[in-house]
């Protein structure tokens, strides 16, 4: 079984790589991936000299190359992890996210159509759904519920989806889609709210928090989405979309606050900043589907796991310190001033 896993560079493609590698030694895994700001291939070290792991660096948006890829592979498996993932930066300059997220898929799902696959899996998002009322804790995403999206990079990811069920519906292409809440864990880049926030308090400085901090995401520790996406691809339905979340919601200042305790350090450090554009007040995922149709359930509580991944970024400072030392400090001044520095 040869799986193509495009994006494996970056935070929850790396883990899969992992998952993958352990739970089916017998697998040849194929990254594919740009390697852009987010994608780092020191993460994926432990696995490069495998005899059953191959790292090429390409864009899913290049046909030729991905083209060759499918030549040279002949993939039974296609996991579409590549992505522009981070909503900020959609906001400054959209268009990467339409040429990647969307241009990306299609490239992909076209060399699927040419050279014959078992499945096309496309990891995306909650943010598809758009966003939920805080006063309506009643209210979950299911599947049925209609695309609905607020920000660009959200926009693309529908646009993504959208074109994963036209494959599905015109070309007979056999696809599944998993759209999953908030992933937290180890080789998280440290622009996303947790790390960013284990790195600076551990540094000292200021924890911009946008508007009052009172947005509500569902948090689900990245093993447990590994897990999902692995059950989906070998049991899920084709043509089916399935809710990955873990019934786990937090307002961002109660995330914060709480590492602030686990670390040791005062809440004065929090510094609320001006809000994200456009910024969804509550997202909520219902599982009931992969659960019942698949038996997935989250296994990792967010306790634990938050301690876990506060103990690998305290293990692994050499990991993130050369991030935010390098071109990333360019865009962190750009978005958060002096702001982010303590005074
Ligand atoms: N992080 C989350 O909480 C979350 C939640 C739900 C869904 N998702 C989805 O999961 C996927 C992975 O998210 P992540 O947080 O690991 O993202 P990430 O930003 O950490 O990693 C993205 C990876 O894709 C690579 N990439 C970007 N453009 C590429 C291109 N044109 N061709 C090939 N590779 C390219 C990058 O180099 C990087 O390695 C994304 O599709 C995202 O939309 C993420």
Redesign the pocket.
Known sequence: MTIIV????????SNFIFHMMDKHPDYRLVC?????Y???LSTLKSVMDKPNFRFVK????DREAVYQLFEEEHPDIVV???????VDRSIEDPEIFL??NII?TSVLMDACRKYGIQRYHQ????EVYGDLPLDRPDLFFTEETPIHTSSPYSSS?AGADLLVLAYHRTYGLPVTISR????YGPY??PE?LIPLMIANALNDKALPVYGTGENVRDWLYVEDHCKAIDLIIHKGTVGEVYNVGGHNEMTNLDIVKLICKELGKPESLIQFVADRKGHDMRYAIDPTKIHNDLGWLPETKFADGIKKTIQWYLEHKDWWEEIISGEYQNYYEKMYGNRGERK
Do not use: P, R
């Open positions: 495009t994006g494996g560079a970056g935070f929850i493609g594919l991936d740009a390697l852009t987010a994608g780092n390409a864009s899913i948006a579409n992890f590549a992505a522009e993932s981070h040429q990647t990306g990891v995306s998002t909650d990811k999953c809440s908030n992933n998280h880049f996303k």
